[in-house]
């Protein structure tokens, strides 16, 4: 089975620039997530989508990020404009948790690595 | 709220055995186990849910202990491939999303 695809692997930017990443989850598998992880730590929830509606934003800084998964399957997260703390690993991972995100294993994406200069 | 784990970090020799604890002061609903690579995803271990159940997969196995709302991860007989930084990840009961929130992670290094 193919696994979860991200792109760009890698990306460098400067700040108040914007960028998107785009993510690709395991074919049928209805819940996607968007994580964040600053070297050192653990990944932090962004955004989880259950099809194409969103379960779970409040981690998300709506005020610069945005993110959609329009058709239920691949989605796009944003940054506009970018700030130096947001250089970190931007990982995606998808579940086949049919409902809330529970009692499955995440398979996660590659990631992105987003240097802000 | 995020979970804690201890050690940090831990060095073994291989065949060497190592438990990997996990805390949380929120009633848990399940916990997760992924391991990282340097520079790759993580990837999960396994998953265990609310009932104090334990499982294992190959020479690594997990339990949970509902009552101190705690997890540990045991890895006996260490390889080499067992190099890498254990995350666990916790979802607490009566959160809607079930968001799953990680520690910091425990960095283990295995060594000939």
């Known amino acids: 089975e193919a696994g979860v695809a991200q792109s760009p692997r890698y990306k460098i930017i400067e700040k108040r620039q914007s960028v998107a990443f785009w993510c690709n989850p395991i074919?049928?598998?209805?819940?996607l997530y968007w994580y964040q992880q600053i070297l050192g730590q653990g990944p932090k929830l962004l955004i989880q989508?259950?099809?194409?509606?969103?379960?779970?934003d409040s981690q998300l800084p709506k005020d610069r990020f945005s993110a959609e998964r329009l058709k239920g399957v691949d989605s796009t997260l944003k940054i506009q404009p970018a700030k130096l703390e947001d250089s970190a690993v931007y990982l995606c991972?998808?579940?086949?948790?049919?409902?809330?995100?529970?009692?499955?294993?995440?398979?996660f994406g590659s990631g992105t690595r987003l240097t802000v200069v | 709220q995020q979970p804690v784990q201890s050690p940090q970090a831990v060095i073994l020799r291989e065949g060497e055995d190592a438990v990997i604890n996990c805390s949380s002061s929120?009633?848990?609903?399940?916990v997760h186990w992924y391991r990282q690579k340097h520079g790759e995803a993580p990837v999960f271990l396994m998953i265990?849910?609310?009932?104090?159940e334990q499982k294992g997969h190959d020479k690594i196995s997990a339990s949970f202990n509902e009552k101190k709302q705690q997890s540990s991860l045991y890895l006996t007989a260490s390889q080499l491939s067992y190099s890498g930084t254990y995350f666990c990840?916790?979802?607490?009961?009566?959160?809607?999303?079930?968001?799953?929130?990680f520690g910091k992670g425990t960095k283990l290094s295995v060594i000939p």
């Open positions: 989508f259950q099809n194409n509606g969103v379960v779970d």
């Open positions: 074919s049928g598998h209805a819940t």
């Open positions: 990840g916790t979802q607490y009961s009566g959160a809607g999303s079930y968001q799953l929130t």
């Open positions: 929120k009633a848990l609903y399940s």
């Open positions: 991972a998808s579940s086949s948790a049919p409902r809330g995100g529970k009692d499955y294993g995440y398979t």
């Open positions: 265990l849910l609310k009932g104090g």
